[in-house]
């Protein structure tokens, strides 16, 4: 099965470009953006993938927004979603609808540095006053908190005594544009499941 995969995203998009380019049991079909010029837009359009802006900010209630986003993910043939940092938080109706379907991609090793505020950049200059010696991305599912779903993959990258947030950010950026993939081809393959909030991969291919 060919997962049909929705990347949502905010920014500059290279996540939505890493997980586009490196498909091979899914297909980025569709991006979600709450901003009309961000530099995701552009790069999917290169790409001939689908885009949509849709800002919660234009409805007038959550449930309305809700709604509208959860008909465009039915009408496109939506399996799975990906945050590529995408800085609005999913509304619980879609969550619920698409539990266990969503994943994040978040550039620290939670449950440390994770929760609402803690983005970008924000999280780099916070490992950094903490004097970790590790940081790293995280792909987790996500429930209705910031950065509270199970953990699916994390990789560990190791922080330099002349690090900042910039050349942190750089390094970590790398880390994500190869785990991300990863994760979305084991969920295609057939080789995740949850129980009881753990993630568990299984070795060879279900589908």
């Known amino acids: 099965m ?9 920014g500059g998009g290279s996540n939505f470009q890493a997980l586009a380019e490196n498909a091979l049991t899914y297909s980025v079909t569709l991006v ?3 901003r009309s010029k ?17 800002s919660p900010r234009a409805f007038e ?13 039915h009408a496109e043939k939506i399996d799975l979603i990906a945050l590529a940092g995408y800085l609005c938080k999913i509304p619980a109706p879609v969550v619920e609808t698409f539990w266990g379907r969503i994943l ?14 803690l983005y970008g950049h924000r999280v780099h200059k916070a490992v950094l ?34 690090d900042t947030p910039d050349s942190l950010a750089k390094r970590v950026l790398a880390v ?21 909030r753990r993630v568990i991969i299984n070795p060879t291919k279900t589908t």
């Open 2 to 10: 060919n997962l049909r995969v929705a990347v949502f995203a905010s």
């Open 104 to 117: 994040n991609i978040h550039p620290a090793l939670l449950p440390r540095f994770g929760g609402k505020g």
């Open 129 to 162: 006053e903490a004097k970790e010696a590790f940081s790293g991305a995280t792909v987790h599912f996500v429930d209705e908190e910031y950065d509270t779903g199970p953990i699916l993959l994390q990789k560990k990258v190791p922080v330099l005594p002349d």
């Open 61 to 73: 209630s959550e449930k309305l927004y809700s709604n509208v986003l959860l008909e465009l993910l």
């Open 176 to 196: 994500e544009h190869q785990i991300f993939p990863e994760a979305l081809e084991l969920i295609a393959e057939g080789r995740v499941r949850i129980k009881d």
């Open 32 to 34: 979600v953006c709450n």
């Open 38 to 54: 961000a530099g995701v837009l552009d790069r999917a359009h290169t790409l001939g993938v689908s885009t949509h802006v849709l």
